[in-house]
């Protein structure tokens, strides 16, 4: 795989490479580890898959907090104003978790209207995939949501974590295991609540982050109804120092060597730092490059491209990006008004809009492409099914 090859090292030294999915078929052998398996040739093998299956986006869902947070809430709040952030943002609106609302309880309702539209059962879920910076365990909250679901199976549930960029791995690593790993139905939820994590008195960061959540079911199809084309991924962690939300560090030892403050306090997280013009700059200059190179990959050129889908973070950004594609504003996909940047919700809340709106037609084609601490980015080629 270009970017993002996953390789498996049995006990026998049997490796196998999930390729990217581009469409070219590989035998892959993946031979269990037993006396005598090096022996078995790949049609033997009960293991042994042909890598020939395509994948389709075939339902999708969204969440949102029924508590709206407008610019005007705001500026009752903090030194700003409405024109101000809509100038600077795009924003108007954003939606926040109060009370006893849970992430997870979006990312649940979100999960539920894919399976629906997608008509299929949770007991046929093959994997749960939760995109998320923001669990309501430190171990995870994708388990909870598969038990909520109602998934009698026991399906495998884990959180990906990649902030802004979360989605779209979560799309890729679908993929990945459809192909490589004969799975049927993947569920892929991207859901956040970066309210619990802003300084509600910094203009600068409170005035563009929502909470919200949306999923997609990706299943498994015929190679000639293959709906995820071509990828891109990357991370650059000298970029942390631009976007982060780091654990707060607690002072173990005295001036002079002594222990204090053992046993250690509970650990927590400090609220969002974020250097707004450096992120401007990288968006600009890597998401336009990462959309390239993912179509170049799918064998496809910008006229192939009926939407680009962009994660919801400044309009400024989107603008800025689609002109550096020649792409038109009448195929920019975005909902940044009312919601403000969800974070890894942000590209299933605005596909489900598109889609449910009748926006997005089955057939058609989109550019989508996430972005943000990490740093990290990535795009993906998709076909709505």
Not at 23 to 48: H, Y
Not at 83 to 112: F, Y
């Amino acid at each position: 795989m270009a970017n993002a090859s996953w390789v498996f090292t049995p006990t026998l030294n049997k490796s196998i490479i999930i390729p990217s999915p581009d469409r070219i078929l590989k035998r892959v052998s993946c031979l269990n580890a037993v006396r005598g398996a090096d022996k078995l040739s790949v049609s033997e093998s009960k293991a042994s898959r042909l890598v020939g299956k395509g994948c389709k986006l075939v339902g999708c869902g969204s969440a949102i907090p029924k508590f709206k947070v407008s610019n005007d809430d705001l500026s009752k709040i903090v030194d700003t104003n409405d024109e101000w952030i809509s100038v600077r943002t795009g924003i108007k609106n954003r939606r926040v978790l109060t009370g006893k609302d849970k992430m997870t309880g979006l990312a649940v309702e979100a999960a539920r209207k894919a399976l629906e539209m997608a008509e299929v059962d949770p007991d046929d879920v093959d994997l749960v995939l939760l995109c998320t910076s923001t669990p309501e365990d430190l171990f995870g909250s994708a388990p909870q949501i598969q038990a909520a679901l109602g998934c009698k199976g026991n399906p495998l549930a884990f959180d990906i974590t990649a902030a802004c960029s979360g989605f779209v791995l979560g799309l890729v690593s679908a993929s990945c295991y459809i192909r490589g790993g004969g799975y049927k139905n993947v569920l892929v939820i991207g859901a956040d609540a970066l309210s619990r994590y802003v300084d509600w008195s910094d203009r600068g960061t409170c005035i563009l982050f929502g909470d919200a959540a949306g999923a997609v079911l990706v299943q498994a199809c015929e190679s000639e109804e293959d709906g995820v084309f071509g990828f891109d991924l990357h991370s650059d962690g000298e970029g942390y120092r631009h976007l982060h939300t780091g654990i707060k560090e607690n002072e173990a030892f005295g001036t002079n060597g002594s222990v204090v403050g053992f046993p250690p306090k509970g650990s927590s997280y400090s609220f969002i730092q974020m250097n707004g013009k450096e992120v401007f700059r990288f968006a600009c200059r890597a998401v336009p490059q990462s959309i390239e190179i993912a179509l170049e990959k799918a064998g496809m050129t910008r006229s192939s491209i009926d939407w680009l889908l962009l994660h919801q973070a400044n309009q400024r950004i989107l603008d800025a990006v689609a002109t550096r594609l020649g792409i038109p504003a009448e195929r920019v996909i975005s909902n940044l008004a009312n919601y403000g940047n969800t974070s890894a919700a942000s590209i299933p809340l605005a596909l489900d809009e598109a889609v449910r709106s009748g926006k997005v037609k089955p057939g058609q084609t989109i550019a989508t492409s996430g972005f943000g601490a990490g740093l990290t980015w990535g795009s993906a080629i998709i076909r709505w099914n």
